[in-house]
């Protein structure tokens, strides 16, 4: 009686195991196009952000995307559908979310590329005149001598190539590149008019 009880027992036991595995299975299939569908999902939300300003203004956002992407579709080959789908869904969440990011990230460099470029060449225009009166005149303000005159004269030239080269690259839509060669050439100018004893403007420190 009792090896019935056992013999019973041990096969109720192997059947549940094979239910629970059916079931994880059938669970794991119902996954399966969900999962396909959020990676097309997650493709199509990347491929629009590229299409708009994210491709200049959230590079390194895309590129983690992209990243994420391949991990889902590894998950995805592995048959771990779920994570495949836990992923995908929040990669296309998070690209949807970017044009919008981008376009407002593009509006503060323009804002700051409107303050400087108003700014900066009237530094460079007070340093030119700062310099022409000091290069005709017999006798130097106190702390000043012809050295550091020379050393503005040149520095100022440098000042106004960057300059040119931030604008040019503002003209071709590289709005980082120009932002980060603008402050460059402000940063110059401000150490020009300090070592020919002017007074920087406040927005230049």
């Excluded at 779920?82 to 919008?100: G, I």
């Excluded at 190539?161 to 460059?184: L, M, R, V």
Aim: net charge positive; proline share 3%.
């Amino acid at each position: 009686m009792q090896r019935r009880s056992s013999i019973w027992n041990r096969g109720r036991r192997a059947a549940v195991a094979v239910i629970a595995i059916l079931f994880v299975s059938a669970c794991a299939a119902a996954d399966k196009a969900p999962a396909a569908a959020a990676i097309k999902a997650a493709e199509d939300a990347i491929a629009a952000a590229k299409a708009s300003d994210a491709s200049k203004f959230a590079e390194d956002q895309l590129s983690s995307m992209d990243a994420a992407v391949a991990s889902a579709k590894a998950a995805f080959e592995k048959g771990d559908y779920a994570s495949a789908l836990n992923q995908a869904r929040d990669v296309a969440a998070k690209a949807k979310e970017l044009p919008a990011a981008a376009s407002a990230k593009k509006a503060e460099l323009a804002k700051a590329w409107a303050d400087m470029s108003g700014g900066v060449p009237k530094m460079v225009t007070a340093i030119q005149s700062r310099v022409d009166i000091l290069s005709q005149s017999k006798k130097l303000p106190a702390g000043l001598d012809r050295s550091k005159v020379d050393a503005a004269k040149s520095n100022l030239t440098a000042v106004n190539q960057t300059w040119t080269e931030a604008s040019e690259a503002y003209k071709a839509g590289n709005f980082t590149d120009a932002i980060g060669k603008a402050t460059a050439a402000k940063n110059q100018a401000a150490e020009i008019m300090t070592a020919l004893n002017m007074q920087p403007p406040a927005a230049a420190k």
